[in-house]
């Protein structure tokens, strides 16, 4: 279980802030490619972490705290773990999270000193308002990552198993295009908080702040949004359990 979230998270990540380094960093070709293409890359990032997770042996492909802590919460045996793989699982998820923005970092090493600005260094680590408004900005990653786990429960456990993380990766798509301009949609604690990690500790050129101050909301708000869904989606669809 811990080896697939690390392998699933990092690959996420990889991927995920990967395209928003691509956008955002001067020099690069894909500067300027916009959030259509920076949504697009998020969810296949997620089908491609869930893939990869899923590929280990024992893995579960959550790769997002919110969603083991959700499903946690509605009976872990009915999703294949127990209460007591959760420190495993989150500890994989974020672990992984930060592997891939070390990843991410190393590909893109030439254009942070070509950038000179150091809110898009920041952002391509992690997420933040574009108005900020801590009680708005909770509200909005509740909300996203409620859809996220209500969604993942909707696709029901009939589902096809391959077509499932397909299915994961465009509900986040949807999740960006329509939620995510608030506050970037992080809906994924360790996808935020591991990243935001390691822009503090890596030798990032001209990098500025790491904004503590507001990190706790991309964390707090989809662990409080998947129990949300899950809790919903055990309402919604009892033949869940």
Same mark, same amino acid.
């Given at each position: 279980?811990?080896?697939?979230?690390?392998?699933?998270?990092? =690959?996420?990540?990889?991927?995920?802030?990967?395209?928003?380094?691509?956008?955002? +960093?001067?020099?690069?070709?894909?500067?300027?490619?916009?959030?259509?293409? $920076?949504?697009?890359?998020?969810?296949?990032?997620?089908?491609?972490?869930?893939?990869?997770? =899923?590929?280990?042996?024992?893995?579960?492909?959550?790769?997002?705290?919110?969603?083991?802590?959700?499903?946690?919460?509605?009976? @872990?045996?009915?999703?294949?773990?127990?209460?007591?793989?959760?420190?495993?699982?989150?500890?994989?998820?974020?672990?992984?999270?930060?592997?891939?923005?070390?990843?991410?970092?190393?590909?893109?090493? @030439?254009?942070?000193?070509? %950038?000179?600005?150091?809110?898009?260094?920041?952002?391509?680590?992690?997420?933040?308002? !574009?108005?900020?408004? %801590?009680?708005?900005?909770?509200?909005?990653?509740?909300?996203?990552?409620?859809?996220? $786990?209500?969604?993942?429960?909707?696709?029901?456990?009939?589902?096809?198993?391959?077509?499932?993380?397909? !299915?994961?990766?465009?509900?986040?798509?949807?999740?960006?295009?329509?939620?995510?301009?608030?506050?970037?949609?992080?809906?994924? &604690?360790?996808?935020?908080?591991? @990243?935001? %990690?390691?822009?503090?500790?890596? &030798?990032?050129?001209?990098?500025?702040?790491?904004?503590?101050?507001?990190?706790?909301? @991309?964390? $707090?708000?989809?662990?409080?949004?998947?129990?949300?869904?899950? +809790?919903?989606?055990?309402?919604?669809?009892?033949?869940?359990?």
């Amino acid at each position: 279980m811990f080896l697939g979230e690390v392998v699933g998270t990092a =690959t996420l990540v990889l991927f995920g802030d990967g395209v928003v380094a691509g956008v955002l +960093l001067n020099r690069s070709k894909a500067q300027n490619a916009g959030w259509v293409v $920076v949504t697009f890359a998020w969810g296949l990032g997620v089908y491609m972490g869930v893939l990869a997770a =899923t590929a280990v042996s024992g893995g579960l492909g959550h790769i997002n705290p919110a969603v083991t802590i959700g499903l946690a919460t509605i009976g @872990p045996e009915q999703f294949g773990f127990e209460w007591a793989d959760v420190p495993v699982l989150l500890a994989g998820e974020f672990i992984g999270a930060a592997i891939g923005a070390t990843l991410v970092w190393l590909a893109y090493l @030439p254009h942070w000193g070509e %950038t000179e600005d150091p809110g898009l260094k920041l952002a391509v680590f992690s997420t933040g308002p !574009a108005i900020r408004n %801590t009680g708005a900005n909770l509200i909005t990653e509740i909300i996203g990552t409620m859809i996220l $786990v209500f969604g993942i429960l909707a696709l029901g456990p009939a589902s096809n198993a391959l077509s499932l993380p397909l !299915a994961v990766g465009l509900l986040v798509v949807v999740i960006g295009m329509s939620l995510g301009g608030p506050t970037g949609y992080a809906i994924n &604690p360790a996808r935020d908080l591991g @990243p935001r %990690t390691m822009h503090f500790i890596l &030798p990032i050129a001209g990098k500025g702040d790491s904004d503590w101050s507001y990190s706790w909301v @991309p964390v $707090v708000g989809p662990v409080i949004g998947g129990i949300i869904g899950a +809790l919903l989606g055990l309402w919604f669809f009892p033949a869940i359990t």
